[in-house]
């Protein structure tokens, strides 16, 4: 009875570059497609929140600003991530490495006696180290002691949240804050200068862009670069090779967690310049970029357009919820819905359907 | 004094154990059949939501239950399908289940923010056992039926999971699905019957939280608790009995997380459970001489005939 198909389903060895794009695209679309029916069901017109979608996101230099905005900590962390799935290595937890991150840049702008100068570039690199030692946590549990990386940086995410809000709330609080769980406000040295009077903090936005670059170059032409691919795809090659499997994920982890950490910088130096409730700083960054990687098929190159993909969902949905009232949850519905179809089609990409059916 | 204080933390440690015990088991049959589902978070809140709108809407608590349970089983089921029928990554799936429930919930649940609710399953406490010295007062006094009923089907799916046929069938789809295939055995279905069966019992653990342990409609109300219940399984290395010590183990740790709170400052107690929970795994790590801690052989993998 297959026999008489019309076309013959045969698998690919390596999925093609348009194979990619085109599922890629109709997988969003039909994410989209389901999303309406849930507008609908809400009793919002699909098309109309669709119109608003997209002008909230592209429908001015305002709007495209918040779009990039957004993007910018996503394209950050969603690197981080790249690095981290290269390896296998299941970090859920850059949420909590971002949090770190604004934790330790709120350090340097308060409380270190670094002198204004340096400040900015002392967030950085503090911010960097602090959310690269909370995925260095997980990753010497797991190369170690073999420990489900899933697990352990979910749970660091949780201790992170709780970590800031203790902050927030306890020894950090602001005395000029009248009683609000924030820190005082940061001094004008250690805030982010921005384009015009846009939230676009554009260093943090260029960092994100080299570290694409780079971390490109990294796994595409260096010997670290090759270990994880190998180790990745599989460890006992690498290790039969020589390759450390402990050393290339402390490596990965650091790297990632530490890309995180910047996101997280950029977030309290660039917007809030205060350390302020875990909600109000990251709304659930860390958990997009996972989206972000993802959709990007883990080339640090292509997350530089999902970044923005998904920051343009950000900005859309906020404006969604202001005009069509709709809660704010829309977008993990749509980032929920996005990330299924995007591997449900997975499948698709590796079969090739030929059409004339001859055998 | 310390006898009372000792007495009600015990008491409320089922109180809270409760719902981690109710989706751990779900959890471990999920995992048997070699499906694993992060998506615990994401149907616990959906089962929550869906039981609170049905009880609110109907006026029948029990009527939530079982649409909570519903709820979970329907979105195990879409975890389900893209992960056995279209053999994607089983993480990834998961995670995306846990955003879109808590995003649908959010969604839906809008309306119900904030009002109250008359129709809830109220505590109870058992006649004539209740007069037994301390054990009465943890056991039988103001508890929830559902502690009861969670406490009673524990056995029953231990021993359903290591001393039956189905058991038996369950544990070789997740162990080595090409031979339980060989032998007649329908693969697929049965990781479909076990990935349902653990969203309905991560439903009935939302529908717990929201009309029986504290009646009320909070988005996120959840706050991770799903995400324990994955650490859980591995603790209880994919035992029902050992979920159950390790589910009130947690629940006692999320209750004394509250408890103490005169002492110590709130947020540092709240991450006390997710702190032990790594620190559990590590315990275990060393304890265990199996490098993967006893997890069925084709956990997350998924199965096509004609493969190895």
Known sequence: MLDNLPFEIEKRQNPTGLAVITVSFLALLGAFLVASIIFWAYGANPIKAYQVLFSGAFGGVYEISETVRRATPLLLAGIGLVIA???KFWNIGAEGQLLLGAIAATW??????????????????????????????????KSKLGIND??????????????????????????????????NEFSPAAKLPTIGTTNVHWITLVIGVLAAVVIYYLINRTTPGFEIKVLGSSPAAGRFA??????????VMFVSGGMAGMAGVGEVAGIHHMLRNPNELSLGYGYTAII?????????????????????????????????GLPFQITDVFNGLILFFLIGSELLMSYKINWSGSK | MIDEWVVGTLSRTLA?????????????YSERSGVLNLGVEGMMILGAVSAFATAFITGNPWLGMLFAGLAGAVASLVHGFVSITLRANQVVSGLALTMAGLGLSGLFGKGFEGEPLDATISNISVPVLKEIPYLGDILFVDQNPIVYIALAITPVLSFVLFHTSIGITIRSVGENPSAADSSGINVWLVRYLCVAFGGVLAGFAGGYLSIAYRPA????????????????????????????????????LMHLSYRLQPWVAPELLKMMP???????????????????????????????????
């Open chain 2, 217 to 252: 409609w909070t988005q996120g109300m959840t706050n991770g608790m799903g995400w324990l219940v994955i650490a859980l399984t591995i603790f209880a290395s994919w035992n029902p009995s050992r979920g159950l010590f390790g589910a009130f183990l947690f629940g006692a």
């Open chain 1, 292 to 324: 972000v990687a993802w959709l990007a098929r883990k080339n640090p190159l292509a997350v530089i357009v999902t970044s923005l993909f998904f920051g343009a969902i950000f900005a859309g949905g906020d404006a969604i919820k202001v005009s069509l």
């Open chain 1, 150 to 183: 899933v697990i352990t940086t979910l749970m660091l995410n949780y201790v992170a949240i709780n970590l800031v809000l203790f902050l927030v709330q306890g020894p950090w609080k602001g005395d000029e804050q009248w009683g609000f769980p924030y820190t």
């Open chain 2, 16 to 28: 809270y154990g409760t719902p981690l015990l109710l989706a751990t088991l779900g959890e471990i």
């Open chain 1, 242 to 251: 020589g390759m450390s499997y402990v050393k290339t994920t402390l490596f």
């Open chain 2, 274 to 308: 997710y702190g032990a929970a790594i620190l559990a795994l590590v315990v275990l790590s060393f304890g265990t001489l199996k490098k993967n801690m006893g997890a069925p052989n084709a956990l997350q993998q998924p199965y096509r005939r004609g493969e190895k």
């Open chain 1, 108 to 141: 340097v702008a308060l409380f270190s006696p670094i002198p204004d100068p340096f400040v900015i570039p002392a967030m950085f690199f503090f911010g960097f180290l602090a959310g690269a030692a909370w995925g260095l946590i997980p990753a010497f549990l």
């Open chain 1, 85 to 87: 799935f290269r390896a």
